[in-house]
């Protein structure tokens, strides 16, 4: 659409986070769905800078929740697969339609769910996000978090959760292939108990008082019941993990990361530990400091692709989608077999305008699973972007 001024300049102050001037604009009436280049509203910026106070200031002036920019993405939806809570609560309240999917088909929790964003996923679970809603690639959110998490300490809280909901452990995916089968494959074995109801909580009693704390909300308390514990057990893996969760939790993010630190010496093979300090970081919007945490993580962890799965998500978010389709090189070398790492690669040659190469992965994809509609229209797509081209 063709911008006046006004619009121009609320696009440039959201964008700077200028809330008096975000403010006068909206008292003269400035259209609040005016977009960008890419189809982003104000809200959608907002959104993807986490800057709540902007969000909440959005909505009140009337911006819809559920605008699609150009790659069919909702400011609710971005809200769920960053792990913003906040600002998904909000958009919630404001009449978000929870049920709503991205173009791959996935809800708010799937990505949540798929990153280890278990206060997100507890929030899309509490204002009524399906708990066995399937995408695209045949997927739900119990899938996600076993398939492409690691089994520790976050993602076994992420499946409790999803578990506790009600989510489907014989659901399977396009393969045939469960949760259950997943977290045996993979060694995942506090998960594995979980989902076969076996498992035999070994957890230290501060940590199950705490997460009941936790549970109504009360961070502080939980976080003062780890530390207290840790006085006499400082080197316990699972009360330097949740007191640093929790102390995050409360945006006291270098306390946090003396925890994990602390982790790291006590165990260096604890390599969980190097996800949780770019989790942290990446709250801090220190996306470097992130970044070299995953690389830490994939340098140690050389056997399973982890790690290197997360970077290139992170790279996505921040829009750096060279580097990641040369993560996505090095994913697709070492697991030729796996259609989604191929998939993720097509969509990042895409938003690069590199349609050809796009097309090639996506085939690629399609000879692993040839009876994904998905990617036939990604393909398809892409063709389209080619002939205009």
Not at 32 to 57: C, F, K, S, W, Y
Not at 140 to 148: K, N, P, Q, T, Y
Not at 256 to 267: G, K, M
Request: net charge negative; charged share 20%.
């Amino acid at each position: 659409m063709e911008r006046n001024n006004k619009e121009s300049t609320l696009l440039e102050a959201v964008q700077l986070g200028d809330r008096p001037r975000i403010a006068q604009l909206l008292k003269q009436n400035t259209d609040v769905e005016v977009t960008d280049h890419m189809g982003r509203t104000p809200l959608m910026i907002a959104v993807q800078q986490n800057n709540t106070d902007i969000v909440a200031q959005l909505l009140v002036a009337g911006s819809d929740p559920n605008h699609r920019d150009l790659t069919e993405l909702t400011p609710f939806i971005c809200a769920g697969a960053n792990g913003f809570t906040a600002s998904l609560k909000l958009m919630a309240a404001a009449g978000a339609d929870v049920k709503s999917v991205n173009r791959f088909g996935g809800t708010a929790l799937l990505p949540a769910a798929e990153k280890g964003y278990l206060h997100t996923v507890q929030a899309c679970l509490a204002i009524g996000v399906p708990v066995d809603h399937v995408n695209h690639l045949g997927w739900s959110a119990l899938l996600e978090a076993v398939i492409l998490g690691d089994g520790g300490r976050l993602y076994a809280d992420v499946v409790q959760t999803l578990h506790d909901a009600g989510a489907s452990v014989h659901l399977q995916d396009l393969d045939g292939k469960s949760a259950v089968y997943y977290a045996d494959e993979q060694k995942q074995e506090r998960v594995l108990g979980i989902l076969t109801e076996t498992l035999e909580d070994p957890q230290h009693p501060a940590v199950l008082e705490a997460k009941s704390l936790a549970a109504q909300n009360n961070w502080s308390a939980a976080s003062q019941t780890v530390q207290t514990a840790l006085e006499s057990d400082g080197d316990n893996l699972d009360l330097l993990f949740y007191a640093g969760f929790y102390l995050a939790a409360q945006d006291r993010f270098e306390e946090a990361l003396a925890q994990y630190s602390h982790a790291l010496v006590v165990a260096p093979d604890a390599l969980e530990f190097h996800f949780y300090t770019a989790y942290c970081y990446r709250l801090m919007n220190q996306s470097e400091n992130a970044l070299q945490e995953f690389e830490k993580g994939a340098a140690l962890s050389s056997e399973n692709s982890f790690y290197l799965y997360h970077k290139s998500n992170y790279l996505r978010e921040l829009g750096r989608h060279e580097e990641a389709v040369e993560v996505m090189d090095e994913l697709v070398a070492r697991n030729p077999e796996r259609y989604d790492f191929w998939f993720h690669k097509a969509n990042s040659l895409r938003s690069l305008g590199r349609h050809e190469e796009a097309v090639k992965a996506i085939e690629c994809a399609i000879e692993l699973q040839p009876d994904n509609p998905l990617y036939a229209k990604h393909k398809a797509q892409s063709e389209q972007l080619i002939s205009k081209k």
